[in-house]
């Protein structure tokens, strides 16, 4: 179970992830709106978590 969360084997899999990192994303960065570093820090994490989504579809 866990290892189809992590690696799904289906675009549709893909796609559910990236929009899921995206939607987290733009959650916690309304959460934390009032502290800019905490956005920043946010939105960083996020580019490095749909970096690595890139390099695994490369692989």
């Known amino acids: 179970m866990a290892d189809d969360l992590w690696y799904p084997a289906?675009?549709?899999?893909v796609a559910a992830q990236v929009v899921g990192v995206v939607a987290?994303?733009?959650i916690v960065a309304t959460l934390v709106r009032r502290e800019r570093?905490?956005?920043m820090f946010t939105i960083g994490a996020a580019m490095v978590v749909l970096g690595l989504f890139g390099l695994r579809a490369l692989h």
């Open 37 to 39: 570093s905490l956005v």
């Open 24 to 26: 987290m994303t733009a």
């Open 10 to 13: 289906t675009d549709a899999g």
